[in-house]
C-alpha cells in the first residue's frame, strides 16, 4: 500500500535543467517567498560547493494542479510568464536564484572566474581540487557601480585570466585567444588550450550537471500541509561547522577545544561581547602552526600539538587586539567591527608583539593599527577572507614585529580615493563601519549630553538611524539638483533614539537652527566632532545637499589620511 502511495516523490535533477525551468517559467515561487537576499558572498561560497562537487542541500518544490490556481512569481532576474507554472520552490529558493543570476549574468553582481589558479604553469598541467585556491579564484562585481576597469571588456579578461561564470558553456573561442596570448609558439599554444579544455571539463562541467537532490509534493497536498511544512524548514538540527568536527577529532589526543573555549570565554568576557567564532581561534592557531587559515588546512593540516602549543597565546592575543580596536579604535561594540575575519591576522601575530621590549612594542601596535584601518578602507576582506588573511599575515608579522619594509597588500597597495568615498552607499557595510568608528575614535560626541559616546551606555544609541539631509526632504523640489543618494555614508548621523524622534524628516541644520542659544552652542561643538561644519556659510547651515558632502568629504579625507598614513587619490577636484 505505501509502495503505491509514497507521501512524495523524491529525485535528482541537474543545475541545467532546473535554470532552464526557471527561465521558461515552469518552476516559479509561491508569492509568500521572501525575497532574495544572498549577498555575493554566499553565492561564491555555492558556486565553490558546486565546482568541488560537494553536497549543497536538498530542494523542496510543490506540484501544481491545472484545476488550483496558487500565487506565484518568477524567480528574480527571470523573464517568467512564457510557460504555465508547473512546480513551485518551497526550500532552496536563495541556492537557485544565486545560481540562476550567475550563471546567466542577470542581477546586479556578475560572477568571474581564474582560470590560472587551477593550472600549474610551469608544468603545464591541470592541479587536483585540494591543491587548487577556489577563494582566489572566484570572485564577483557590481557592475551598476563606478570601476576602475571593465570585466565584460574581453581584452581586459584574456590579461587577466578571467571569464564570467555565465560564458563557462561557450568558452572555446577564449581559451584559444588566451592561450595564444601566453604562448607565441604554435605547440605551446595547442598544448595550453588543451589544458583549458580539461580544466574545463573537470571544473566547469559541474554548473551543468550537478544534481540536486528534490523533494517533490503532490499536487494533492493540502494549502494547511503546504504552509506546515514551510513554517518548520530549518527549525530543526544543529549545524555542524569545523569547530565542531575538530572537537571530536582532536578529543582522543586530550585536547578538549569545548572545555578551553569554556574557560576561554570565562578569562576574557570581551571575546564573548565581540562573538568571537572558535573556528577563529583555531584558524589563528593554524596561522602561526601552518601559515595557512583555509578551511581545508584548518581541517587537515592543524594538529594537536599546534592547538597544544599556541591555544593559550592566541586567545589571549584576540582579547588583546579587541581591547587595542576597543579602545583605539573606535569599536566600542561587536555591531561596529568592520570584518571579524581581520582579528585573525591580527590574533595570529599579536604574541610577538606582546614578547617586545616597551619602547619596541609602541612602534609595532601603531603599525598593526595602521594595517587594520588600511584593511578596513580598502575593504580588502570583502572576497577571499581566508586567503587574505594568509597573505597578510605573512607579511604582517616581519612588518610589525621586526620593521620589514615589505607591508601587507592593504597598506602597500592603498588606492582608496575621494570619489570612492563620496559616493559610497552605508550598504558597503565594512566601509560604514569604518566611517562609524572613525568618528568615535576622534571624539564624536552624543548630541544629547556633549559626552564622548565611547563614555555612555552603548544599548541606548541607534547609530545608523538616522540621515542629516532625510530621503524625504531630498526628494523635494529644487532640494537635490545633483542627485545624490540620501543614503551615502557622508549623509549619515550618529545619533540617540529620542533625538531621532525630535528631529522627525526635517534636515538637521533646520533642527539645530530652531534651539536656543545655548543648545546651539553646544550642537556647534557636538558636529565638530562628527565632522561637520556648521558656519554661516556651510553646507548644513544653507541646507545645501552638495556643499554639505564636499565639506565633510573633506574632513573625513583628513582623518583617514592621519590614521592610515597614506595619502588618498583625488580623483573629484573640480
Known sequence: MFKADPVFKASPE???????????????????????????????????????????GTLLTWEQ????????????????????????????????????????????????????????RSS????????????????AYDLTGRMRFDPLDEDWQ????????????????????????????????????EVFNKFRDTYLQPLESYSFPVVDLPAKTSLVAVCNIFETLNKSGKVLGPFELLTAKFYPTGVHLRDLWDTACQQYPLIVDFGVDPYNVLQAISLRSRGSAQR????????????????DATVAAFADVLDMLKRECGVIS????????????????????????????????????????????????????????????????????GGAEDAPEAVREFNLTDYD?????????????????????????????????????????????????????LDGSGNNPDGHSSDLILNRLVIDKSLRRAIRDRPFGEYVAAQEEFD??????????????????????????????????????EQIEEVTGQSLIYESEG
Not at 543570476?101 to 568571474?112: E, K, V, W
Request: hydrophobic share 40%; glycine share 6%.
Open 14 to 56: 541537474s543545475i541545467g535543467s532546473l535554470i532552464e525551468a526557471i527561465h521558461d517559467g515552469s518552476i516559479a515561487l509561491p508569492d509568500f517567498q521572501r525575497s532574495f537576499v544572498w549577498d555575493p558572498k554566499r553565492t561564491v561560497e555555492l558556486l565553490k560547493s558546486i565546482i568541488s562537487r560537494y553536497p549543497a
Open 65 to 120: 494542479s491545472p484545476n488550483v490556481k496558487f500565487g506565484s512569481r518568477p524567480f528574480e532576474g527571470a523573464p517568467g510568464g512564457a510557460q504555465q507554472t508547473e512546480r513551485l520552490v518551497l526550500d532552496g529558493q536563495q541556492r537557485l536564484t544565486a545560481l540562476y543570476q550567475a550563471l546567466t549574468g542577470t542581477g546586479d553582481y556578475h560572477f568571474f572566474m581564474k582560470v590560472w589558479p587551477f593550472i600549474n
Open 124 to 139: 603545464g598541467t591541470l592541479l587536483s581540487l585540494e591543491d587548487v585556491d577556489l577563494d582566489s579564484a572566484l570572485m
Open 158 to 193: 584574456i590579461a587577466n585570466g578571467v571569464f564570467p561564470i555565465s560564458s563557462y558553456d561557450h568558452l572555446r573561442p577564449w581559451f584559444k585567444k588566451l592561450a595564444r596570448s601566453v604562448e607565441t609558439d604554435s605547440d605551446a599554444a595547442d598544448q595550453i588550450e
Open 296 to 311: 581545508f588546512d584548518v581541517l587537515n593540516r592543524l594538529d594537536a600539538s599546534g592547538v597544544r602549543e599556541h591555544w
Open 334 to 401: 561587536a555591531q561596529w567591527l568592520p570584518y571579524s575575519m581581520v582579528l585573525v591576522p591580527m590574533a595570529a601575530v599579536y604574541p610577538e608583539v606582546a614578547q617586545l621590549r616597551p619602547q619596541y612594542r609602541a612602534p609595532a601596535r601603531e603599525r598593526l593599527r595602521q594595517y587594520y584601518w588600511c584593511t578596513v578602507f580598502t575593504e580588502n576582506f570583502d572576497q577571499g577572507a581566508n586567503s587574505q588573511a594568509g597573505a597578510d599575515y605573512k607579511l604582517l608579522r616581519g612588518w610589525v614585529t
Open 421 to 473: 568615498l563620496l559616493n559610497a552607499r552605508a550598504n558597503k557595510k565594512a566601509l560604514f563601519r569604518g566611517f562609524v568608528t572613525l568618528l568615535i575614535q576622534s571624539g564624536a560626541k552624543d548630541f544629547l549630553t556633549a559626552q564622548a559616546i565611547t563614555n555612555l551606555d552603548q544599548k541606548g544609541f541607534i547609530l545608523d538611524g538616522a540621515r542629516f539631509f532625510p530621503k524625504a526632504w
Open 520 to 557: 546651539r552652542r553646544k550642537y556647534s561643538d557636538v558636529l565638530a566632532s562628527h565632522l561637520v561644519d556648521d558656519g554661516e556659510a556651510s553646507g548644513l547651515e544653507r541646507s545645501n545637499y552638495n556643499l554639505f558632502l564636499q565639506e565633510r568629504l573633506t574632513l573625513l579625507v
